[in-house]
């Protein structure tokens, strides 16, 4: 009766207790292992826990950063490149521009190119074209076309510019009427066009004079130089108008 009524103190388990299911320790085991790491929607996280020593290190930090090299451009295609490079132009001598400038005419053209080459020089400091001087003292218009072809035959090549100061002489001449020269003068321009037929061609004015020999009175002469200076000037620019022809006034005469 006494064994009965004794209630046992000690907590100690008796060694025939059931033991517990095996599927509740292996929970309790991964619970104790695995930490609670919530779910977010913001990526994975850099942040990690090592299974051995259970420190937390920072991913980041241990991953090597990649660095980017620029992108260089291979010398093959640096070459093929278009070069902003310019062709320099052609310089006086050359082939292409050997006769780039005619100017002929009466002496006023003889005294201008001795001029020229006694104080800047026979080319006129141009260094793109070159100027061939043909002055001949006393001449009169009935020879500007023959000279003109004989230099043609000469240069055997086409001057991109012809000036011509001729005219002055003939004003005057009893053989002649200011109508009739004025004629004779535009035939002539209308052979120099067919004949250089891509050449532009300046006429250069008549230029006054102290006293004209051949004339009554000096105010005749004169009435003569400013109509034919007017008549040739319109008819150069009318008749080459598509080569670009012009006019040289006094003002610009060599």
């Known amino acids: 009766m006494l064994r009965a009524s004794k209630v046992r103190t000690s907590k100690s388990k008796s060694p025939y207790a059931r033991p517990p299911t095996r599927g509740a320790v292996v929970a309790s085991r991964a619970s104790t292992r695995m930490p609670n790491v919530t779910s977010s929607s913001s990526g994975p996280s850099t942040v990690a826990v090592t299974e051995s020593t259970g420190r937390i290190y920072d991913r980041s930090q241990s991953l090597p950063v990649p660095v980017v ?7 093959l295609d640096r070459a093929r490149a278009p070069s902003d490079q310019t062709v320099e132009p052609s310089v006086a001598g050359s082939s292409t521009n050997t006769d780039g400038i005619w100017v002929v005419g009466s002496s006023i053209i003889h005294w201008a190119q001795k001029y020229a080459q006694q104080n800047i020089d026979d080319n006129l400091g141009l260094t793109s074209q070159r100027i061939i001087w043909q002055g001949i003292r006393g001449m009169v218009w009935s020879r500007l076309y023959q000279t003109i072809k004989e230099m043609l035959r000469q240069c055997n090549r086409h001057p991109t510019l012809l000036v011509i ?3 002055g002489n003939d004003i005057g001449n009893p053989r002649n009427t200011l109508k009739g020269l004025q004629k004779y003068m535009k035939l002539t321009v209308s052979k ?3 004949l250089l037929p891509k050449t532009i061609i300046v006429w250069s004015h008549i230029l006054p004079r102290r ?6 009175s000096n105010k005749d002469g004169e009435n003569w130089r400013t109509r034919l200076n007017s008549a040739l000037a319109t008819f150069v620019v009318k008749k080459n108008f598509a080569k670009n022809a012009t006019s040289m006034g006094q003002e610009k005469v060599i």
Not at 211 to 216: G, I, P, R, T
């Open 165 to 167: 100061h001729c005219g």
């Open 192 to 194: 120099i066009t067919r």
């Open 211 to 216: 006293n004209w020999s051949l004339c009554l």
């Open 69 to 75: 090299q620029p992108t260089v451009q291979p010398v």
